[in-house]
């Protein structure tokens, strides 16, 4: 396996690791837990998404975009706008 491959697995602990944290927010926000306290999750959250969002974009750019045809303009161009719709 190449290094900057992502592999599906990694998407998909990660994203069941942040389905464990949303449960623990929605149970923080139940207990009446401190606001501070269920923004800190929040942001962890934040960060967590962010993290799978350069998983995807990384393979979107290793694997759906063959590397001859990334140096064409329209597939740079779609990679660009997926990358710039990921960021919004």
């Known amino acids: 396996m190449e290094k900057n491959i992502i592999e599906k697995k990694d998407v998909l602990i990660r994203l069941k690791k942040i389905q464990g944290q949303v449960n623990g927010i929605y149970n923080m926000v139940e207990k009446d837990a401190p606001c501070k306290d269920v923004l800190v999750q ?47």
């Open 42 to 88: 929040i942001a962890a959250i934040r960060a967590a998404i962010n993290k799978v969002g350069g998983m995807v974009i990384q393979n979107y750019a290793t694997k759906c975009l063959n590397i001859e045809e990334a140096k064409t303009a329209d597939n740079l161009e779609d990679l660009l706008s997926t990358f710039l719709m990921f960021l919004k």
